[in-house]
């Protein structure tokens, strides 16, 4: 296996998760505003919560906090694809996808993958929900409230590091990993199996249309196994003081006796749609790129 082998997953991960971020992000702030409301600072609804986004302006509002994930999550995806793909070449050799996968292989792959990816991840989630997660919604200041307000991602992250030092920046970790690491399995594992039987069952279709909507299906199913640990994750983390929550657990039994069982699918459509189309388009370029330097590897 050359050096170029080993990198190229790398690579492709950086730029598909680049084009992901950019694509998800508006529909990732309105799912973190969803999840983080508490009693005093309810949202009528979706659309009350969109309204109130957009009422900042684009900068301000649906793309507030996007310059931390954008610079990291290359990073992560990078981490995350790259591993994922070099660790099934060791388990498998060369994955071909026109081939039926080993699901047990490709789930250690992916577990794998996001386990380590957690490194830059929890890090730029924090940034990223405590930014979100300030945007200002009338009913959510009480008489004599003050709340710390970040211009952007370096104010807010001289602040953290500056009241807790630098393991501030893992605030949530346990979170994180027990929402990312099943679910990275998890979205491989549906997203070869679903492109395999694709292909095979419905030849006639097109291949990146299928690519497409299985990096769809994959999006939105994993999301859906592991959306009461990102509402967690989301709550614990913009409470980067640890002012409300003393952990994972002390968040989960508060959130479900102040709201119930329905605390833990808070924002689950806006999830599910921008699931669907940025894992869609994410895996859609990985699976492309690939397909790029192969061929120009082979002609070379």
């Not at 610079?71 to 071909?96: D, E, P, Q, R, W």
């Not at 990312?180 to 006639?204: C, G, M, N, Q, V």
Request: positive net charge.
């Amino acid at each position: 296996m050359g050096c170029s082998d080993l990198i190229v997953d790398y690579v492709v991960g950086a730029v598909s998760g680049c084009a992901g971020v950019i694509f998800g992000h508006p529909l990732d702030t309105v799912k973190v505003q969803l999840q983080v409301q508490q009693a005093e600072n309810k949202y009528k609804g979706l659309w009350d919560c969109i309204k109130t986004v957009h009422k900042q302006g684009l900068a301000k509002g649906f793309f507030r906090g996007l310059s931390s994930p954008l610079m990291s999550y290359g990073i992560v995806n990078s981490i995350f694809f790259g591993v994922y793909g070099n660790v099934l070449k060791l388990l498998v050799g060369v994955h071909v996808r026109d081939e039926k996968p080993n699901l047990l292989n490709i789930g250690v792959a992916g577990a794998v993958g996001g386990a380590v990816q957690l490194l830059v991840a929890c890090p730029a989630e924090v940034m990223k929900v405590m930014l979100q997660s300030q945007i200002p919604h009338k009913t959510g200041h009480k008489k004599g409230q003050v709340h710390k307000f970040y211009k952007g991602p370096i104010e807010a992250f001289s602040d953290i590091v500056h009241c807790k030092g630098l393991t501030a920046l893992y605030h949530g970790l346990p979170a994180q990993a027990l929402r990312d690491i099943p679910a990275s399995a998890a979205y491989f594992l549906i997203f070869e199996y679903t492109t395999y039987e694709a292909k095979h069952r419905w030849s006639f279709l097109n291949t990146q249309l299928i690519t497409f909507m299985a990096g769809g299906m994959a999006g939105v199913l994993s999301w859906t196994l592991i959306m009461p640990f990102d509402v967690v994750k989301s709550r614990v983390q913009a409470d980067s003081k640890g002012e409300k929550f003393q952990g994972f657990l002390d968040c989960a039994i508060k959130s479900y006796k102040a709201e119930g069982f329905s605390a833990f699918f808070r924002g689950f459509s806006v999830t599910a749609l921008r699931a669907f189309l940025v894992n869609a388009s994410t895996l859609l370029v990985y699976v492309e790129c690939l397909k790029i330097w192969k061929e120009h590897n082979i002609s070379a």
